[in-house]
């Protein structure tokens, strides 16, 4: 079973930026999708952005498109998080997770329930 580690999280200002990332070990990093999640205080948890096991495509939820950019180095078992133009509304703890490489190609590739393996979280904290 993949084991993920996230870091990279952190307090900054409305308007800044934040590089995420997830360390993997395991032999099948390189054949898995890989997503963000993430959850703010007393609210569900929510898909922020998912890459197939190429890194070829990506998908993002409405709410970071344009302002966040995941992608992959499979040859470091990393996975990556850019997020720029922070807002409060970004404030979370931030999740990376892993599921098989069709996940990516399913309708439900959103869906937390999807994955199987997920790190201990980032927070990121933005103030205004």
């Known amino acids: 079973q993949v084991q993920l580690v996230e870091s990279g999280g952190g307090l900054v200002q409305a308007g800044g930026s934040l590089r995420l990332s997830c360390a993997a070990s395991g032999r099948t990093f390189s054949s898995s999708t890989m997503n963000w999640f993430r959850q703010a205080p007393g609210k569900e948890r929510e898909f922020v952005a998912t890459i197939n096991w190429l890194g070829s495509s990506t998908r993002y939820a409405d709410s970071v498109k344009g302002r966040f950019t995941i992608s992959r180095d499979n040859a470091k078992n990393t996975l990556y998080l850019q997020m720029d133009s922070l807002k409060p509304e970004d404030t979370a703890l931030y999740y990376c997770?892993?599921?098989?490489?069709?996940?990516?190609?399913?309708?439900?590739?959103?869906?937390?329930?999807?994955?199987?393996?997920w790190g201990q979280g980032t927070q990121v904290s933005v103030s205004s």
């Open positions: 997770a892993a599921g098989l490489r069709a996940a990516f190609y399913s309708d439900l590739y959103s869906s937390a329930g999807l994955y199987d393996s």
